[in-house]
């Protein structure tokens, strides 16, 4: 297995455009998380699903913030309209029905 | 509420120092912990979890209770070691607390 796959690996955007991240997550793994990585707060869990449901959004920033996971295989994280300060790493992450969560590479993300 | 306080941002250490790296958690019940490495522009992947009572790559943590810490130890560090270090705890069902994270240096 290739592990997590996430694109783009790198974006550099204009403040005010949408920027959109993907992620494909382990076949088999139940749970899809999205974590933010900055230097001030390290690493920060904005939203995960189980079973392609969300169930616990209460970490994204605010509504410039959107997740889906229209199937399985398959999630995307939105950012409309996006700000210099959500510059960041932003990592999918899966874990099957157990404790061990499996990160992809991350998508660097810089707004200017 | 479920908490992990990683104190130290960088710790720097001379090769073939001891290193501990600190961890301490707030949690109701018995914790699962966990502590996830990074290395440089790479992704975050699984070092060791307590239940398993492993050493991997030389590292061990042990769960003290009564502290609420699980701290990181390796007796000699290397450099290839230098790396960012995060502390994970479960929150609920499936939803993972991290750390701060500590930066790790190892010098030549």
């Known amino acids: 297995d290739a592990g997590v796959i996430q694109s783009p690996r790198h974006e550099v955007t204009e403040m005010g455009q949408e920027v959109t991240l993907r992620c494909k997550p382990i076949s088999g793994h139940d749970y899809l998380f999205w974590y933010r990585q900055t230097m001030m707060r390290g690493l920060e869990l904005l939203i995960y699903f189980n079973n392609n449901v969300p169930i616990d959004d209460s970490g994204m920033p605010e509504d410039r913030f959107s997740a889906k996971m229209p199937n399985a295989s398959f999630s995307t994280l939105k950012i409309q309209p996006s700000e210099p300060r959500d510059s960041a790493v932003y990592f999918c992450a899966s874990s099957p029905r157990g404790n061990t969560i499996y990160f992809g590479e991350g998508s660097w993300l810089t707004v200017v | 509420a479920q908490r992990v306080t990683q104190p130290e941002k960088l710790l720097s250490v001379f090769k073939g120092a001891p290193v501990e790296l600190k961890c301490n958690y707030s949690?109701?019940?018995?914790?699962?912990l966990f502590w996830y490495v990074q290395y440089s522009r790479q992704r975050l992947q699984l070092l060791l979890r307590?239940?398993s009572r492993e050493s991997i790559k030389g590292f061990t943590a042990d769960l003290n209770k009564g502290e609420t810490s699980f701290h990181l130890k390796k007796p000699f560090a290397q450099e290839e070691d230098s790396a960012m270090y995060y502390c994970?705890?479960?929150?609920?069902?499936?939803?993972?607390?991290f750390g701060t994270g500590t930066r790790l240096k190892v010098l030549a």
């Open positions: 949690y109701s019940g018995s914790p699962e």
């Open positions: 307590h239940i």
């Open positions: 994970a705890l479960p929150s609920g069902t499936y939803k993972y607390i």
